[in-house]
Structure formats: structure tokens, C-alpha cells
């Protein structure tokens, strides 16, 4: 799944993103743009389960987050995500519940969930 979300970001941006810090999922862009992936394979019945650090949440950064199963994608900016602390905790990291129903994409908590359609391969700010 990784790869696939490396090779649409490179697909859109021209250049195969690189990785500043090798352990971490946090790449930047060609032209520059940070972006965190996350990637879960397994679905539990059109619902996946993400984590994503406290520590990430840094405004003019985005967040790729892929979905196995269906393979869908989506790049939404920190600054349009719901704050972190509307999210579960698990240590350091924040609880994402990502959920698909009757086509429509969504992360159940916080409430009001939070429907992000509109960055499914939505690649275009990262370049």
C-alpha cells in the first residue's frame, strides 16, 4: 500500500517523493511539501483503523492516508483535519477510525464525523 500511495505522489508531482528521516512515514514532495502516510492493507468491514502521531499534527503539512482493499486515497492538509484532541489516544499516537458507507467516505470520531470525499486522490497540493 505504500508504495502505491508513493507512486500516485509521483504520478502528480513528476518526482518520486524522498524520506528526510528513514525510520518515520514522513516524506516530502518535489516541491517541497511535507506529507505523513499512513496505510492500513486489512479492512474490517469498510472500516480502517490509522494511527498518526501527536507530533505530526504541524500546520502547512498533509496527511496521505490509503485504504487497502478498495485502494483509496486521500491527501487532506493538517489545517482542514479535525484537531487531535477530538481523537482516542494510543500513547503517542491519535486514534484515526477511517470508515466507508454507501460510498461515502468519513472519520467517525470526533463528532461530528468528519467526511473527506473531496480529498480522495486529491495528489494536486502536494505538488
Partial sequence: MD??????VAAATGAWPYQPKGRQKTYVARGGKRFHLRTRTEEDDGEWFLGINERFWTAGEYFVLAC??????FVVPVDEFPSKDGFPRGGTDRKIHVVCRRGQWYIRD???RFVFDQYRDAFRPLV
Fill in 68 to 73: 487497502g482493499g478498495p485502494n483509496a486515497m
Fill in 3 to 8: 508504495e502505491l500511495a508513493l507512486a500516485a
Fill in 110 to 112: 470526533p463528532y461530528p
